[in-house]
């Protein structure tokens, strides 16, 4: 730490800065490329230009704070950069938006090299990139560009600036640049501000003589109010040996209006984006969120417990003066911890627009590389999911995307030669349905074409021409999420390599979700994603199978039948169940986890009907036990290896019930029959 504002604050202190610098900016990075997509043929330009402007400004005081003096630099001439597109000298185009993503880039890799203590990138290079610019865009104007005004006024310093002007004095917004002769620049910042007090009243200073960042900045801002005329200000500021470069012009008069700003940008969707920590808000650690989620569940078991305490008292003692009281103190708890449990709950749920965000930029960037002209438009982001999912769902969704741009959106040639429009569409579409969030990706694209996919998996050897007679199309779209299936032509750098959508239903599956495929050859195509909303605590259904306890989450269950054996049918060697002109294929639970035929002969079946992709299988189990809340307990694979177990739980009584994947269930029976 050679820099003199860090050696002035202990090691603790430093790295506190840091840490919350690095939280925070990943924030502000993230704002900054939104903000920046969306800029071209932005009707409310003047709002992105100014929360652009302000996450520049954020983060060079921060970065500067903690001695990031590369990073500071780049995002001082960064703000040039916007205050020249203000000044109207810059075009706002493709390329405009192109040079600002490569600015986000280079922050960021600058940030994650400051963390893991790599080089950093080639900061000069961009800062050469932004120069040029301006100068190609503007023609050369740059010494007409009006200086930016950073500094937001208080009330009291608007009507300051107003009284200055009553007395005749001009007000100025100016920056004034450190020499590279000037060694010491907090010293240099005194002179700087002795030289200013003789020219007139400050206003405003920026950073303060007292700042710790004094000696990391390279521009001092000011606002000064003066009786001189703005060129005799200027050449008085140039002061040998300490400042390099002036820029002042009059402040503009809106800059200093007596306004409801403060509850304008409140209401301002685009000023919202870089704010750091809204008011009210605090930031806690993942990791303490999961704990306390963990010890919530614990309490649902151990309510649990209670609840089978107070059912034998009562069985034991029906006439017990003190059984009142325990029934009561029992709802109380019951009552309180299934606030608690919601409250919770309603903590760990984040809106999905956190994963939404991302998709802008990664649709441009494809779209170019591709050289196809796409629109993205994305619904419900909004829709608040468990925190846990959205660690997950990122990759599986960047992966349908890909595909989407690829193989789904036709050229621009071919878009107009089968009468559609020039520009293509993908919606990102996210809601809840009953216990479920549903995200959609839709593409108005060429679709997907059944015949394609058969005559793919026969030339890979994945199914024989006798077995393809009996797939149907909708089956047959399934063949996608095979291992290494791909239909694309030619490899690009966009997809094609035969990976990735294989990855992406394991993925789905692993935190309880399904994922369904709707096309239409010419039409486009719809990927359906169904997760459960908590990843932690379910409502299910209970049942026993092989003398083994089970349960299936209750979302997955569509009605629970109880028939006669004799109704169980023989269709070509598998059973069915005929029930309201529906026939249904079954599946015996014992069979498919070799648990052994231990319920021995029975004349009537408990059948558990569940639909996964428009389609009902019935599950035949011993008995029904009932239906209760669990917290879901992940079990090593060490104790059981197989994917059908999703977790266990454990119940008031003390046993242990094992929580069951329906997919996998339904995908393990289906080998099965196969092979017979």
């Given at each position: 730490?050679?820099?003199?504002?860090?050696l002035?604050?202990?090691e603790?202190?430093v790295?506190s800065l840091k840490e919350t610098?690095?939280q925070q900016?990943?924030e502000?990075i993230?704002?900054?490329?939104?903000?920046?997509?969306?800029?071209e043929g932005?009707?409310d330009?003047d709002?992105?230009?100014?929360t652009?402007k302000?996450?520049?400004h954020t983060l060079k005081?921060?970065?500067?704070s903690?001695?990031?003096?590369e990073?500071?630099?780049l995002t001082h001439k960064?703000?040039?950069?916007i205050?020249?597109i203000e000044n109207k000298?810059?075009?706002?185009?493709?390329?405009?938006?192109?040079?600002?993503l490569k600015v986000?880039d280079?922050?960021?890799?600058?940030i994650e090299a400051?963390?893991t203590?790599?080089?950093?990138p080639?900061?000069?290079?961009?800062?050469?990139t932004?120069?040029?610019?301006?100068?190609?865009s503007g023609d050369?104007?740059l010494d007409?560009v009006?200086?930016?005004?950073?500094?937001?006024?208080?009330?009291?310093?608007k009507?300051?600036?107003?009284e200055?002007r009553?007395?005749?004095k001009?007000?100025?917004?100016?920056?004034l640049?450190?020499?590279?002769?000037?060694?010491?620049r907090?010293?240099?910042a005194?002179i700087?501000?002795?030289?200013l007090?003789s020219?007139?009243?400050i206003v405003?200073?920026?950073?303060?003589?007292?700042?710790?960042?004094i000696e990391?900045?390279d521009?001092?801002?000011?606002?000064l109010a003066?009786r001189m005329s703005k060129?005799?200000?200027?050449n008085l500021?140039?002061?040998?040996?300490?400042?390099?470069?002036?820029?002042?012009d009059e402040?503009?008069?809106e800059?200093f209006a007596?306004t409801?700003?403060?509850?304008s940008?409140?209401?301002?969707?685009s000023?919202?984006t870089?704010?750091?920590?809204?008011t009210g808000t605090i930031r806690?650690e993942?990791?303490?969120?999961?704990?306390?989620m963990?010890l919530?569940g614990?309490l649902?078991?151990?309510?649990?417990?209670?609840?089978q305490l107070?059912s034998e008292?009562?069985e034991?003692?029906?006439?017990?003066?003190?059984?009142?009281?325990?029934?009561?103190?029992n709802?109380?708890?019951?009552r309180?911890?299934s606030?608690l449990?919601?409250?919770?709950?309603?903590?760990r749920m984040?809106?999905i627009?956190?994963v939404?965000?991302?998709?802008?930029?990664?649709?441009?960037?494809?779209?170019?590389?591709?050289?196809?002209?796409?629109?993205?438009?994305?619904?419900?982001?909004?829709?608040e999911?468990?925190k846990?999912l959205v660690d997950?769902?990122?990759?599986?969704?960047i992966?349908?995307?890909?595909?989407?741009?690829?193989?789904?959106i036709?050229?621009?040639?071919?878009?107009?030669s089968s009468g559609?429009g020039?520009?293509g569409?993908?919606m990102?579409?996210?809601y809840?349905?009953g216990?479920?969030?549903?995200?959609e990706v839709?593409?108005d694209?060429?679709g997907?074409d059944?015949k394609r996919?058969?005559?793919k998996?026969v030339?890979?050897?994945?199914?024989s021409?006798?077995e393809l007679e009996k797939?149907?199309?909708k089956a047959a779209?399934d063949?996608?999420?095979?291992?290494?299936?791909?239909t694309?032509?030619?490899?690009s750098e966009?997809s094609?390599?035969?990976i990735g959508m294989?990855?992406v239903?394991?993925v789905?599956?692993g935190v309880r979700?399904?994922?369904?495929?709707?096309?239409?050859v010419?039409?486009g195509?719809?990927?359906?994603?169904?997760?459960p909303?908590t990843?932690?605590?379910?409502?299910?259904?209970?049942?026993?199978?092989?003398g083994?306890?089970?349960?299936?989450p209750?979302g997955s269950?569509?009605?629970?039948?109880?028939?006669?054996?004799?109704d169980v049918?023989?269709?070509?060697?598998?059973?069915?169940?005929?029930?309201?002109?529906?026939?249904?294929p079954?599946?015996r639970?014992e069979?498919?986890?070799?648990?052994?035929?231990?319920?021995?002969m029975?004349?009537?079946l408990?059948?558990?009907?569940?639909s996964?992709d428009?389609?009902?299988t019935?599950?035949?189990?011993?008995?029904?036990v009932?239906?209760e809340?669990?917290f879901?307990?992940?079990?090593?694979?060490?104790?059981?290896?197989?994917?059908i177990?999703?977790?266990?739980?454990?119940?008031?009584?003390?046993?242990?019930v094992?929580?069951?994947?329906?997919?996998a269930i339904?995908?393990?029976?289906?080998?099965k029959?196969?092979?017979?």
């Open positions: 730490m050679d820099d003199l504002s860090l002035q604050l202990s603790d202190d790295k610098f690095y900016s990943t502000l993230e704002a900054l490329i939104n903000e920046s997509l969306s800029i932005c009707k330009i709002s992105k230009l100014k652009i302000r996450i520049f005081g921060d970065s500067a903690i001695g990031l003096k990073l500071s630099r960064a703000e040039d950069l205050q020249a000298l810059i075009d706002i185009d493709n390329n405009l938006t192109d040079l600002l986000a280079c922050i960021k890799e600058t400051s963390m203590g790599k080089d950093a080639m900061v000069s290079v961009i800062i050469d932004i120069d040029e610019f301006i100068k190609t050369g104007q007409n009006e200086p930016a005004l950073f500094l937001s006024l208080s009330e009291y310093e009507l300051l600036v107003s200055y009553r007395q005749g001009a007000v100025y917004s100016g920056r640049s450190f020499s590279k002769d000037c060694q010491m907090s010293a240099g005194i700087i501000s002795q030289q007090t020219l007139g009243d405003k200073m920026s950073p303060n003589l007292d700042s710790k960042e990391s900045v521009v001092i801002e000011i606002i003066s060129e005799e200000v200027k500021c140039n002061i040998p040996g300490v400042v390099g470069d002036v820029i002042m402040l503009r008069e800059a007596i409801p700003r403060d509850t940008e409140a209401q301002d969707p000023a919202t870089a704010t750091i920590s809204p806690v993942s990791e303490k969120m999961d704990r306390i963990d919530v614990e649902v078991i151990g309510r649990s417990m209670i609840a107070v008292f009562e034991r003692f029906p006439r017990e003066e003190m059984l009142a009281r325990f029934s009561y103190a709802s109380f708890i019951e309180s911890l606030d449990q919601e409250s919770v709950m309603k903590v984040v809106p627009g956190r939404f965000k991302r998709f802008p930029r990664v649709v441009r960037d494809l779209a170019k590389a591709s050289n196809k002209d796409i629109k993205l438009v994305i619904h419900g982001e909004d829709t999911v468990d846990g997950v769902i990122g990759e599986p969704l992966h349908i995307v890909r595909n989407a741009v690829d193989h789904g036709e050229t621009v040639e071919e878009r107009e559609k020039r520009q569409t993908i990102l579409e996210a809840h349905q216990n479920d969030i549903i995200i839709k593409d694209g060429i997907i059944p996919l058969k005559e998996a030339e890979k050897g994945l199914i021409k006798n797939v149907d199309d779209i063949f996608i999420f095979l291992p290494g299936f791909s694309a032509k030619v490899i966009v094609g390599r035969g294989d990855v239903k394991t789905v599956e979700g399904t994922i369904q495929v709707k096309s239409g010419g039409s195509t719809i990927f359906i994603l169904r997760f909303l990843l932690a605590i379910i409502r299910a259904i209970l049942f026993n199978a092989g083994r306890l089970f349960a299936i209750i269950v569509k009605e629970i039948v109880r028939v006669f054996t004799k049918e023989s269709v070509a060697g598998k059973e069915v169940l005929r029930i309201r002109e529906n026939v249904i079954l599946v639970l069979e498919v986890m070799n648990l052994g035929k231990k319920g021995g029975r004349d009537k408990f059948v558990i009907i569940v996964r428009d389609r009902d019935g599950i035949i189990v011993n008995s029904m009932g239906e809340e669990l879901i307990k992940a079990i090593n694979d060490h104790w059981v290896n197989t994917k177990v999703g977790g266990a739980s454990i119940l008031g009584d003390g046993k242990v094992l929580i069951l994947n329906v997919d339904i995908k393990k029976a289906g080998g029959d196969s092979r017979r």
